[in-house]
């Protein structure tokens, strides 16, 4: 015959567990989903900083084909 204290330890441990390992996945989840807009983010800062440093090229070269 199961023991109840036991059993009753048992699925506290399990459901405890369980609900950590969501809030881990969760965490996770949210992490990656942070770190893929922080990319999307760091993507168009770049191609911002690339097309000013193009204009700049250009303004530049058109100041010395100009003189």
Do not use: C, W
Request: without cysteine; proline residues 1%; aromatic residues 8%.
């Amino acid at each position: 015959m199961p023991n109840k204290i036991t059993d009753h330890r048992y699925s506290q441990s399990y459901v405890f567990a369980h609900s950590l390992h969501v809030t881990i996945n969760e965490a996770a989840r949210t992490l990656f989903n942070a770190n893929r807009s922080r990319a999307a983010e760091h993507y168009v800062l770049l191609g911002l900083q690339a097309e000013a440093a193009g204009i700049k090229l250009e303004s530049a070269q058109r100041e010395q084909s100009g003189s």
